[in-house]
């Protein structure tokens, strides 16, 4: 004969998404039952470990209340700091007023154990003039090509642009300010083509000119 199946009856408890609220509610529960429950009375291994429960959920609360205790430190040690560091950051403000206000040079800057900025350029200097041009073609076809300012870093600068025949007489080439200019003309035919920073009403030298042959 086959053996008896006993069936299991499961308490429904995910323990692993309780937070300690839950748990100390649901320990609570278990030890107050523990007094009349008779599979507990019943079982003295059980009742051990219901006891050992008791303690640990004793420990737990003790130990939260020192977790909540140092986040209240914390919060009041991160305010102090933020304070006192504003402090140090205003006496910092008021030794760069004093020392930049009198330093003469660079050297001066450096001596007071301040880091020296470069100068700045004067806002009615014209820009710097653009130092190389990329000519580039295209894979296919003829007739064209491409002109472009090489810019290095992040920032982007208004370029004008002009194109000549005989690198003397010149006139506009293209239309905006971008830093890339199409040429086009006769297969075989040469052109200048030089260019200009442009800021606001400044605009700087003009470039050397390079030579275009058009494919």
């Given at each position: ?157 208004a370029y004008a642009a002009q194109q000549s025949l ?33 800021r606001g009403q400044l605009q700087s030298p003009w ?9």
């Amino acid at each position: 004969m086959g053996r008896t199946l006993v069936p299991r009856y499961l308490a429904a408890l995910e323990l692993s998404a309780f937070d300690d609220t839950e748990l100390h509610k649901l320990v609570a529960d278990v030890v107050a039952s523990s007094k009349t429950s008779p599979l507990v009375l019943g079982d003295p291994t059980l009742a051990v470990i219901i006891a050992a429960l008791a303690t640990s959920d004793a420990d737990l609360t003790t130990a939260g209340t020192a977790v909540d205790t140092d986040r209240n430190k914390l919060r009041l040690d991160i305010a102090a700091e933020a304070k006192v560091r504003s402090v140090v950051v205003g006496f910092l403000r008021l030794v760069v007023t004093a020392v930049t206000n009198v330093a003469a040079s660079p050297a001066e800057v450096q001596a007071a154990g301040l880091p020296a900025a470069p100068p700045r350029v004067p806002a009615n200097q014209p820009p710097a003039t653009p130092q190389q041009l990329d000519v580039t073609f295209p894979r296919t076809g003829h007739g064209k090509a491409t002109v472009t300012v090489h810019e290095t870093g992040t920032r982007r600068h208004a370029y004008a642009a002009q194109q000549s025949l005989d690198g003397v007489h010149w006139i506009q080439l293209g239309v905006g300010q971008g830093k890339t200019r199409a040429v086009t003309g006769a297969s075989g035919s040469q052109l200048w083509v030089r260019f200009a920073m442009v800021r606001g009403q400044l605009q700087s030298p003009w470039s050397t000119p390079v030579l275009v042959t058009l494919p």
